[in-house]
């Protein structure tokens, strides 16, 4: 089945489904899939300082003014006191409550916005057979009516009732250990690969070490992907590609910071990553792509890579080898966004994870429940019940 959630306030979003969330107000927002459906006959010009105000959020959000941030206004979020700027008005407002990017599951960014584009306020989440399309866009609770705001959500309807979800495929993974249990925190079931023939309804997830397990089926490894098979690799240098990929990739090791480039398209292994999933705070030498062959395309100075017509995907950002312990915020955040561009080149190759959206979403919440603790997103619950960390941050 497919459902259309229209706006809904922070609250709701937070404390009942399970989002972490930001009550911004923005007044621009971004085309992340600008080819998508949803967008048709909008452009960059009409996502922008719509008529009249928004009336998901009141016009003035309820402040504390806090002796421990010094007297300035404070709101409480995610359970902790967090510190906002003055806000009066909801006039041009185009997008109120918006969702950060889960690190886990299928969850297609169409709209982003705010700080590091982290926050969505449009997007597709797959689950299972179905989807799920919240809309955090401004469209329906306006004081005037705007013409870009009624075309979204014409195009939101008529998305809902025609499109056609792909099927989903299961993962199997070759690596070290540790990238297993990662994909395991992140709600994806995975099988050990042995050397047993894989079959198209299959994703192959190659971590740091897999190359070595896969030398000896190189020529299997060629033919499943000539037949519509999909590999992702995780940090592979070029000897750890070549062993088992049938195409030449040519790797050199260089200090990585950041990339900027376009939105992908919708049909591209990459739609939905942004320049803020390959923003690397904790610069270090990664083995970024050269050179990939067979009609290969190289990505963001080398982090990324497509071959096999998108049936190949290369990343050369590995979330788990970003250890953010000891209090490191500007590791924490590069791997935040990192689990986050995982998350969604899995999704494109229908090969996401699970999550507890939609128990969330129909079971009432419990005394004292933090629903933002678990299951979209992979912070340690110990840390985020502890009231203090921002100081010592």
Known sequence: MKFVVFEQTGEVLEKRFGFRIAEYGLRWVFKRVPDHPILTGLGDEHLRNWRGASTTLAPRLNYVLSPQFSGSPT??????????????????????????????????????????LQYTSLVEHRAGKGMVLFCQTDVTGRTENDPAAETLARNILQYASTSK????????????????????????????????????????????????MLAAQRADVALWIKAGGRVLALGLDD???????????????????????????????????????????????LPMIAEISEGGSVVADGVLATAANG????????????????????????????????ARLLGNMQAAGETPILEHITTPVSENEKRWLTGLYLDSPQEWDDPYRFFRW
């Open 311 to 342: 049936n190949v995907v290369l990343c050369q950002l590995v979330p788990w080898q970003f250890d953010y312990s000891g209090e490191k915020m500007n590791v924490k955040r590069t791997y935040r966004r990192v689990s986050c561009l995982l």
């Open 165 to 212: 979800l792909a099927l989903m495929r299961t993962v199997v993974y070759a690596g070290d250990a540790i990238g297993k249990e990662y994909l395991a925190s992140a709600g994806i079931r995975s099988a050990d690969y042995s050397g047993e023939r894989l079959s198209v309804g299959q994703v192959l997830v190659v971590g740091p070490g897999g190359g070595k």
């Open 239 to 285: 000897a750890g590609a070549n062993s088992f990929l049938p195409m030449h990739v040519a790797t050199v090791k260089r200090e990585y910071i950041a990339a900027c480039f376009q939105p992908f398209g919708a049909d591209s292994p990459m739609a939905g990553v942004s320049p803020a999933e390959v923003h690397n705070r904790d610069p270090r030498d």
């Open 75 to 116: 709101v409480e979020w995610a359970g902790l006191p967090v510190t906002r700027v003055w806000r009066r008005g909801n006039r041009g407002t185009v997008a109120s409550a918006l969702i950060e990017k889960p690190a886990c599951g299928d969850f297609l960014s169409i709209l982003d916005g705010g700080y590091a």
